[in-house]
């Protein structure tokens, strides 16, 4: 079940976050990186959940970058993911 959505700017780029709460009373957030790519964070509770997702996307965001910059690949035009 959808509790909570929120953005996060990174890089000039807003990504959307997304928490859930499953039936067995954790909490995940969800943010779309691209196509068939998702980062996702679970915690015991929103607030903890949405820190550490806050505190993790910057990461995984610069990590895909330079993963796609050393494979050749084109970069996306920036802009807002959701």
Known sequence: MLLHSTELEVNG???SINIFCSSAGRFFAKTCLG???YIITDGSS????LQKHEN???LAIGT?????SYLGYPRRPRGRRV
């Open 46 to 49: 929103l607030p903890e959940t």
């Open 64 to 68: 895909r970058e330079l993963t796609q």
């Open 13 to 15: 780029e807003t990504f």
């Open 56 to 58: 993790l996307l910057p």
């Open 35 to 37: 196509e068939d790519d």
